[in-house]
């Protein structure tokens, strides 16, 4: 096999710093984004706690109360919805972004293997083909393997994203649903 220069392992050197620069980037800027989520959930909640807790104070008898109650409860459904989809999308932002990017050292690898392998076959003794070749057919298997998984967890992960969207929003409608009926028997 042959050997690396300096040139060519400090050039390699530094593409894994700059990977991991841009990984450590992509991480903070999602803790960041999550930090910041949390903030403003937290705020509004206090807000309409409050909100809340004046509308509830001002009742005038048990069925406004229970009226009261009834309208409160979707907005902090809808709210508490919303948050869960915010946080998924960034988890699932930062998961695709680290993909793409093992994606590509995978590559690299990949590509620097061939090379290395077409090198050591152009100075191997003879016969040893046969063996360059299974080695070859070897790493195109593995590569294939990886591929299919991929697209498994990817065709897994939009099935999971399009049942748990369906089921949040049916869940959405039976709650506004209930607490609409709960509401009209009584005030009725």
């Known amino acids: 096999m042959s050997q690396f220069t300096p040139e060519q392992f400090a050039a390699a050197n530094k593409a894994n710093v700059e990977t991991l620069l841009g990984l450590t980037n992509s991480a903070f800027a999602n803790a960041e ?65 680290l993909g793409k990017v093992l994606e590509g050292q995978l590559a690299d690898l990949n590509k620097n293997v061939a090379a290395a392998l077409d090198k050591a ?13 299974a080695v070859k057919s070897a790493i195109a298997a593995a590569n294939s393997a990886y591929d299919n998984f991929s697209k498994a967890v990817k065709q897994a992960t939009e099935i999971v994203e399009t049942n748990v969207a369906a089921a949040t929003n049916a869940t959405v409608k039976a709650v506004s649903t209930t607490t609409k009926a709960a509401s009209s028997k009584k005030v009725a």
């Open 33 to 97: 984004r999550l930090a910041a989520l949390n903030l403003n959930t937290a705020r509004a909640v206090l807000e309409d706690s409050v909100a809340n807790t004046k509308s509830l104070l001002s009742a005038k008898d048990v069925q406004e109360l229970v009226s009261l109650q009834g309208t409160l409860i979707q907005p902090l459904l809808e709210k508490s919805i919303s948050y869960a989809r915010s946080v998924y999308e960034i988890a699932s932002q930062g998961q695709e972004e």
């Open 121 to 133: 076959a152009k100075s191997a003794p003879a016969g040893s083909d046969v063996a360059v070749a």
